[in-house]
């Protein structure tokens, strides 16, 4: 397999943006995925790209196997005309990482002025001497479509004179309105056996964030560290005016560099910031090594909850800003927003199907947890569904709710009072304009919603009033979208009950013709492989009808999810050595599944160490084409499921993604009330890969 080399064609081309969406494409489908640099300035950890990759892909190598050398080391052997041995050191290096891999995405170096004679021919030489597979990525920032084109005609030529390999081209930072203009000209430029992309500029990848600033120039920070990091700098003031004129100046997202002992610039930049009349303030700079007077300091430590970060630099005024304005924006490890707006931006822009096949990936059989979650994110983009979320208000709704935009996932809507979630959007300083926002109180459509309620529930005595009043519940309002179409979907739990978010579904949104009861499974994310384990979350005691029912649908739904359903139904005895009501009720239940779907890889009664371990399925149920292979556990009853799963996450250190109602005929899932960001957005991309599946449409606005 070949390694895939991305090489800036000249500084500040943006090519973080091209390696994370590369590593978030291929990682996804292979079983090891290695990261290298060729050269970096210090270590490890004080280069953020290498930080990032290693950090959001857990890569299990040393920090020593991911770089080549430092700029020092490279520096000297260039000065002393050692250019083949620094390659060759490099490749030794390089080469101990790939044979660990399935194949390696190798970042070229920075053009920051650590090593001025190695830039682009570095590049290529280094590419051809790894074996790797080129891709350039050329700056668009500040350039026009000509220059553009001229930078990407210099970049092939320069490769071309030393027989690179070349994958694709990347031109990144064209401003949107020329950006179909560069791609026209630049697919006549290259041979068609060579792919091209244009990335339009991204003002959020474009801006520093407050943690990158904080990074470059070494701060202290007196306060506000941790969300407050993550803010957007989108301009920057030195505050030496009085309090009144400087209040004239602030902009949206500044950051104000001011003397240490300015107390009142540094208290008026703070009621600026919680002030609804002013614009909001990213983080205040202090400079000169001056503390704020004790006093202010208490004020200071005593803020119960502020997202303005305040930095300090030893540095004067002018010094800071100066070197603020050499600072050129990163994405740093943790910063979940940014790195969401550059893979939106990366899989908006890149035929990923065309370029993973050209890159010859070797798919494993087996679905490992880091593919199966990319190909929810790509399935779910093919077609995006409309995706209702009742709890508009909660921070961990927001915040999925902005990386699901930002990755361009769904479509999602919010209900709730939409002044307070927009407050609390403000607040949280996130990006969701043109987000739906629908107050179920005061929505036209309530009253549209109340009368099918009332037509599928009169019969259980309900009033034409009772439907209305029943509506204003943000539950049964959801609900009632995904019935009548309006919405594809509806994710809810963070802060109901399971009852509560279900319990709608049960009245209206029904099961499906072929399906007798509502089940659920999670998804067990484990180390090397993705499993499906039911009923954990809803039926307590199924009987054998129920069992087979919920073994079925969960085959279904692991087909629908890319696993492959090899159905072990589990019992504490394995084939025909037990006895006891309780074995007997799954050998039915196996029976009348075969009954159902002969075709179905499916056996039981069977132990999970039978089910799970080839070496224990040949003693205890040998020639069972699922025992020691199984991928889809159903358990007995509800109190077995729920303690194996939760025993399983917590002892095995699983990732469990659910529980995922099956066999409504409209998707709707619950969340738990401890449920994090990360699996807000697993669940709401798989509600809408069911929706998907059930072939479900919802008109342009809800």
Do not use: W
Request: with cysteine.
């Amino acid at each position: 397999m070949q390694s895939v080399y991305i090489a800036g064609a000249g500084s500040g081309s943006g090519k973080s943006v091209v390696v994370l969406g590369f590593m978030e494409m291929l990682y996804g489908v292979n079983r090891q995925v290695g990261f290298f640099r060729p050269i970096i300035s210090k270590g490890v950890e004080h280069d953020s790209l290498t930080r990032l990759i290693r950090d959001r892909y857990d890569l299990p190598f040393s920090p020593e196997m991911l770089y080549g050398c430092t700029a020092e080391t490279a520096g000297h052997l260039v000065a002393a005309g050692q250019y083949d041995e620094l390659l060759k050191m490099i490749l030794n290096k390089f080469k101990m990482l790939e044979e660990q891999c399935d194949l390696v995405v190798c970042a070229g170096t920075d053009f920051d002025g650590l090593v001025p004679s190695l830039e682009f021919d570095f590049n290529a030489d280094l590419a051809n001497n790894l074996g790797c597979s080129i891709v350039v990525v050329v700056k668009g920032f500040g350039r026009s479509p000509e220059e553009a084109i001229e930078a990407l005609y210099m970049a092939h030529e320069s490769m071309r004179t030393r027989g690179g390999d070349f994958l694709a081209s990347v031109v990144n930072g064209i401003d949107p309105e020329h950006a179909e203009t560069v791609r026209t000209r630049a697919r006549k430029l290259v041979p068609e056996s060579e792919n091209v992309y244009v990335l339009p500029r991204q003002p959020a990848l474009a801006m520093p964030t407050v943690g990158e600033i904080r990074q470059a120039l070494g701060c202290d920070c007196l306060c506000g560290d941790g969300d407050g990091m993550n803010q957007v700098v989108s301009n920057y003031k030195i505050a030496a005016m009085e309090v009144p004129d400087f209040l004239s100046y602030i902009e949206d997202g500044c950051l104000i560099i001011t003397a240490g002992d300015r107390s009142d610039i540094i208290l008026a930049a703070l009621a600026a910031d919680v002030s609804s009349s002013f614009p909001r303030v990213a983080a205040l700079l202090l400079t000169g090594g001056l503390r704020p007077a004790e006093n202010v300091q208490r004020l200071l430590e005593g803020l119960r909850r502020t997202k303005v970060s305040i930095l300090q630099v030893p540095t004067d005024t002018f010094t800071t800003a100066m070197n603020v304005n050499r600072i050129e924006a990163t994405i740093l490890p943790g910063d979940e927003r940014k790195i969401a707006a550059a893979l939106g931006l990366f899989e908006g822009h890149v035929e990923i199907d065309e370029l993973r096949g050209r890159i010859a990936v070797r798919h494993s059989d087996r679905i490992t947890p880091m593919r199966f979650e990319y190909e929810l994110i790509r399935r779910a983009k093919l077609r995006r569904q409309r995706i209702v979320l009742p709890e508009g208000s909660d921070e961990r709704i927001l915040r999925a709710t902005e990386i699901l935009t930002l990755r361009q996932v769904v479509d999602p809507i919010l209900l709730g009072n939409p002044d307070k979630i927009r407050r609390r959007i403000s607040e949280l300083g996130l990006k969701l304009d043109g987000i739906p926002i629908i107050d179920p109180i005061n929505s036209p459509d309530r009253a549209r919603y109340a009368q099918t309620y009332f037509e599928l529930r009169k019969h259980k005595g309900i009033s034409e009033q009772m439907a209305y009043d029943a509506l204003e519940d943000v539950a049964y309002f959801g609900t009632l979208m995904v019935q009548t179409g309006d919405a594809n979907g509806m994710v809810s739990g963070a802060v109901h009950t399971t009852q509560h978010t279900i319990r709608p579904a049960f009245e209206t949104i029904k099961t499906k013709p072929d399906v007798k009861l509502v089940s659920s499974v999670f998804f067990m994310c484990l180390a090397d492989r993705v499993l499906v384990y039911g009923d954990c979350a809803v039926n307590p005691n199924p009987n054998a009808d129920e069992l087979a029912d919920i073994a079925i649908t969960s085959a279904r739904t692991a087909a629908a999810f890319g696993i492959e359903p090899r159905v072990a139904m589990l019992s504490y005895s394995s084939g025909s050595s037990g006895k006891g009501a309780d074995v007997e009720r799954v050998r039915e239940a196996v029976r009348i599944a075969h009954a159902r779907a002969p075709d179905l890889k499916l056996d039981g009664p069977i132990q999970y160490d039978a089910a799970v371990d080839i070496g224990v399925a040949r003693s205890k149920m040998p020639g069972s084409e699922v025992a020691g292979h199984a991928t889809v556990f159903i358990f007995p009853d509800l109190n077995t499921g729920n303690n194996t799963y939760k025993a399983v996450q917590r002892s095995a250190g699983a990732v469990a993604i659910g529980p995922i109602l099956q066999g409504l005929r409209k998707p709707v899932n619950d969340l738990s009330r401890g449920c994090t960001v990360t699996d807000i957005v697993n669940t709401v991309t798989i509600t809408a890969i069911q929706a998907q599946v059930n072939g479900s449409t919802a008109p342009s606005n809800p």
